[in-house]
């Protein structure tokens, strides 16, 4: 499965942006869960949000109540809705399926099917 991400950009502090995952293959919404990470510079790879098959949705803490993970089938993407964005929500976000949320949840460095990357910069 190929992954394209996008949406990312420059925006200010208390602003929003809407990141778009999008799948090559018609079967990757109704076969895979999906996931958001982010990485900044010089700390480690998180998960921001993973949505699963069935549409169960789960966030980390630092996001909870900001931002929103959806999926649109016949467009064959998953979105990851920012809201009240901050300084620290800086950092390049990934998007990344697996058939076990588990993987996604626990275990990333096992997912082979991830999208490229889009910056995301917060300015305050």
């Known amino acids: 499965v190929q992954l394209q991400a996008s949406g990312g950009g420059l925006v200010q502090a208390g602003g929003s942006l809407r990141l778009a995952c999008v799948a090559s293959?018609?079967?990757?919404?109704?076969?895979?869960?999906t996931g958001w990470y982010r990485q900044a510079p010089g700390k480690e790879r998180e998960l921001v949000a993973y949505?699963?098959?069935?549409?169960?949705?789960t966030y980390a803490d630092f996001v909870k109540g900001r931002f929103t993970i959806s999926r649109d089938n016949p467009k064959k993407t998953v979105y990851l809705d920012m809201n009240s964005l901050e300084p620290e929500d800086t950092a390049v976000y990934y998007c990344?399926?697996?058939?076990?949320?588990?993987?996604?949840?626990?275990?990333?460095?096992?997912?082979?099917?991830w999208g490229q990357g889009t910056q995301v910069t917060v300015s305050s």
């Open positions: 293959r018609s079967i990757f919404i109704s076969a895979y869960a």
């Open positions: 990344a399926a697996d058939y076990d949320c588990d993987i996604l949840e626990h275990l990333p460095s096992m997912i082979s099917n």
């Open positions: 949505i699963s098959t069935s549409g169960r949705t």
